[in-house]
């Protein structure tokens, strides 16, 4: 067992590593600081979305803006769209479950919001369609997929897709590109 440990420790280290080498990927995480500097400084929310594993991390990275990253500072707007069962459970129940993301998104977001979404295969519906409202609605769209960003790739402004198609590595990239997001934007905006 303590191989198979060694193994998958190697491959989360090489996915890094792709990582480290992709100056495209890296280019576009800096814009996506610039994107949300900007909508910060005008006031802007973000809003977070995914399913399962990237759910828990959409809410995470939520709750890095409204606490703290490094810095004491102010409490930034920011929001896991998920976080609220009752809402959840009624429109999957009444709607549909593809549908728990766009329809708060065009009830509650607003031009020069951003929408960050969470999906290992960039092809879950329910945040193709919250992408696709939130297009209709003005609102920035940064996408958090694997190697091919999925359906996702059409309908994403920013797209930080991972260069892998393995879940687990994927998600740990996910929370890593998410954590330097939160670092840098906190450091821009709070000097």
Do not use: W
């Not at 005008?42 to 990237?54: P, Q, V």
């Not at 009624?90 to 020069?112: E, H, L």
């Not at 940064?142 to 402004?157: C, E, L, P």
């Amino acid at each position: 067992m303590k191989e198979q440990f060694k193994e998958l420790i190697a491959a989360s280290i090489a996915v890094k590593t792709a990582l480290l080498s992709n100056e495209e990927l890296l280019d576009t995480l800096e814009k996506v600081v610039d994107v949300i500097v900007t909508a910060y400084q005008a006031e802007k929310r973000l809003f977070f979305c995914g399913n399962g594993g990237s759910a828990a991390d959409a809410q995470h990275l939520a709750a890095e803006f409204t606490g703290r990253f490094y810095k004491d500072r102010l409490s930034l707007p920011a929001e896991a769209l998920h976080c609220n069962t009752s809402y959840l459970t009624a429109v999957g129940n009444d709607y549909s479950f593809d549908d728990i993301y766009a329809r708060m998104i065009k009830g509650t977001a607003r031009i020069g919001d951003v929408l960050i979404g969470f999906s290992t295969s960039g092809n879950s519906t329910n945040i193709v369609k919250a992408f696709e409202a939130a297009k209709e609605k003005g609102v920035v769209t940064i996408g958090f997929t694997g190697a091919s960003g999925g359906a996702m790739k059409k309908v994403t402004d920013y797209l930080l897709n991972v260069p892998s198609a393995d879940t687990p590595r994927i998600q740990e990239c996910h929370i890593l590109l998410g954590h330097l997001m939160c670092q840098f934007v906190e450091e821009r905006f709070f000097g």
